[in-house]
């Protein structure tokens, strides 16, 4: 890596750190761009060569994490659905700190736009090939499905637990629906809880 590679790489790294330091303590609305060139020891000039302004830098970091989630799904696509869930699951604990203040930062579905509408498509496909279904109502089904997984993705992101039987419940339940749950998890034996 060249000399001016590193630097500019270091400067963003800078102003990254700087923002998500103060979302910790305020909304990204509140951020100024003088405020982050004050605290990262910048001036606004070396700001504006990497960034708009702060919503830039967030938006940025949204798109590499939408990414980094698309990447894995793309890769492993042959995989079973609770394989695909316990990555990304993986995927969202390692990058804890940005998942959080993507909560923070708003709408969650909307700041995942592109994986959701991503995992939509992948879904419905995979939904489409395997049941009668119309294309409509499998893309109800694949919203369901979405919309729970990043629920307890937040759930995750909070309790930062390895939870194999919360895997195996969330495994059973896609796999299966509820019909499959009370097999396996029947009220008279209450063995898992």
């Known amino acids: 890596m060249r000399k001016e590679d590193r630097r500019n790489a270091y400067t963003e790294k800078m102003i990254r750190d700087t923002?998500?330091?103060?979302?910790?303590?305020?909304?990204?609305?509140?951020?100024?761009?003088?405020?982050?060139?004050k605290i990262a020891g910048i001036n606004r000039s070396t700001f504006y060569l990497h960034y708009m302004d702060c919503m830039h830098v967030l938006e940025i970091e949204q798109d590499h994490f939408c990414d980094q989630l698309i990447e894995y799904m793309e890769s492993n696509k042959e995989?079973?659905?609770?394989?695909i869930i316990?990555?990304?699951?993986?995927?969202?604990?390692?990058?804890h700190d940005?998942?959080?203040?993507?909560?923070?930062?708003?709408?969650?579905?909307?700041?995942?736009?592109?994986?959701?509408?991503?995992?939509?498509?992948?879904?419905?496909?995979?939904?489409?090939?395997?049941?009668?279904?119309?294309?409509?109502a499998a893309g109800w089904v694949a919203?369901?499905?979405?919309?729970?997984?990043?629920?307890?993705?937040?759930?995750?992101?909070h309790e930062m637990t390895d939870n194999m039987f919360r895997e195996n419940l969330i495994h059973t339940?896609?796999?299966?629906?509820?019909?499959?749950?009370?097999?396996?998890?029947?009220?008279?034996?209450?063995?898992?809880?």
Do not use: D, W
């Open 143 to 157: 919203q369901y499905i979405i919309s729970g997984s990043l629920t307890i993705s937040l759930q995750y992101a």
């Open 19 to 37: 923002v998500f330091q103060l979302l910790e303590i305020k909304p990204i609305e509140k951020i100024s761009v003088t405020e982050v060139c």
């Open 86 to 95: 316990t990555k990304l699951h993986e995927i969202i604990r390692e990058n």
């Open 173 to 193: 339940f896609v796999n299966g629906g509820l019909l499959s749950l009370m097999e396996e998890y029947p009220k008279k034996n209450s063995r898992r809880r």
């Open 79 to 83: 995989s079973g659905s609770i394989e």
């Open 98 to 136: 940005l998942y959080i203040l993507l909560i923070r930062s708003g709408n969650i579905m909307q700041s995942m736009k592109k994986f959701v509408a991503y995992c939509s498509g992948f879904l419905v496909k995979r939904i489409m090939e395997q049941t009668s279904l119309t294309e409509e």
